[in-house]
C-alpha cells in the first residue's frame, strides 16, 4: 500500500484480555516505531526496530507489552492483560532509514473496558 | 533529550499567514529540528525539518535562528484544513548509541485554531 496501515482501526477489550495491534509498515522501510498517544498528549515511544531487530524496548510500560517484527516488515504489538490504563491510541511509524521523516499509520484506539 | 516549549494554543484566520514558534534553548549540535502536525482523529504527519539553514516546501517553511535555540514554522496562506496540533521535536541523529535511536519525543504542541 502507499502508506502506513494499522490494524484493527478500533478495538475494545474487557480487562484482562490479551489483544494483538498490527502495522503494515511502507514497504521496503528499515525503521519502525511504536508509540502510545493518551487523550490529549503527544505520542509517547514505547519501541523501534531496525529491520527484524528491536534495538529499544525503553519506551514498553510493563513486561505485558511485546513486540516483534519477525521478518523485518510487519509488527505487531500485543498487551496481555490488559488493564484501564493502556487504553490509548498506539501508533505506528515507519521510515525509510532512521534518519528521515516518520509516516505514521492513524493509529489503532484500545479502549479497555 | 532535549526539550522544545511552544505555546498551548494559537488562532488565526483563513488565508493569513501563522507563525507557530517553537524555544529549544538546549538543542545539540546533532540535533535536527522537525515539525509534525496531527489532524483531529489522524496519524501525525510530517511537515518540515532543518539543521541551520532556513528551509522551505510546499507544505510551510522553517525560520532557524541563529543560535538555533528557536525556530518558527510559517504558514504562508492558513486553510480550515491546518487546524490541527503542530509539535516542534528535536531528533538527534548523531551516532547511534544506548538511549539514541533516532526516536522522536513529542511535547504537547500547539493546537491551531483557523477561523473561517
Known amino acids: 500500500g502507499a502508506g502506513v496501515s494499522q490494524s484493527p482501526r478500533y478495538k475494545v477489550a474487557k480487562r484482562g484480555q490479551d489483544v494483538a495491534l498490527r502495522c503494515d509498515p511502507i514497504?521496503?522501510?528499515?525503521?519502525l516505531f511504536w508509540y502510545q498517544q493518551a487523550l490529549g498528549q503527544g505520542p509517547e515511544f514505547l519501541t523501534y526496530f531496525q529491520n527484524e531487530a528491536q534495538l529499544d524496548k525503553s519506551g514498553l510500560p510493563s513486561d505485558r507489552f511485546f513486540a516483534e517484527r519477525p521478518e523485518g516488515s510487519v509488527s505487531t504489538l500485543k498487551i496481555q492483560r490488559t488493564q484501564q490504563e493502556d487504553s490509548a491510541v498506539y501508533l505506528c511509524?515507519?521510515?525509510?532509514?532512521?534518519?528521515?521523516?516518520?509516516?505514521f499509520g492513524q493509529g489503532t484506539r484500545l479502549t479497555v473496558v | 533529550d532535549a526539550k522544545t516549549t511552544q505555546p498551548n494554543s494559537m488562532e488565526s484566520n483563513e488565508e493569513e499567514p501563522v507563525h507557530l514558534p517553537c524555544n529549544h534553548s538546549?538543542?545539540?549540535?546533532?540535533?535536527?529540528i522537525h515539525w509534525y502536525r496531527q489532524l483531529p482523529s489522524q496519524g501525525p504527519e510530517y511537515v518540515i525539518h532543518g539543521l541551520t539553514s532556513n528551509v522551505n516546501n510546499r507544505m510551510a517553511s522553517l525560520a532557524i535562528a541563529e543560535d538555533r535555540k528557536s525556530s518558527t514554522l510559517i504558514l504562508h496562506r492558513a486553510t480550515l484544513r491546518d487546524a490541527a496540533v503542530y509539535y516542534c521535536?528535536?531528533?538527534?541523529?548523531?551516532?547511534?548509541?544506548?538511549?539514541?535511536?533516532?526516536?522522536?519525543?513529542w511535547g504537547l504542541g500547539t493546537s491551531l485554531a483557523v477561523n473561517p
Open positions: 514497504s521496503g522501510h528499515v525503521s
Open positions: 521535536i528535536l531528533r538527534d541523529v548523531g551516532p547511534l548509541r544506548a538511549g539514541n535511536n533516532r526516536k522522536l519525543i
Open positions: 511509524a515507519s521510515s525509510l532509514v532512521t534518519e528521515t521523516e516518520a509516516f
Open positions: 538546549t538543542i545539540s549540535g546533532t540535533d535536527y
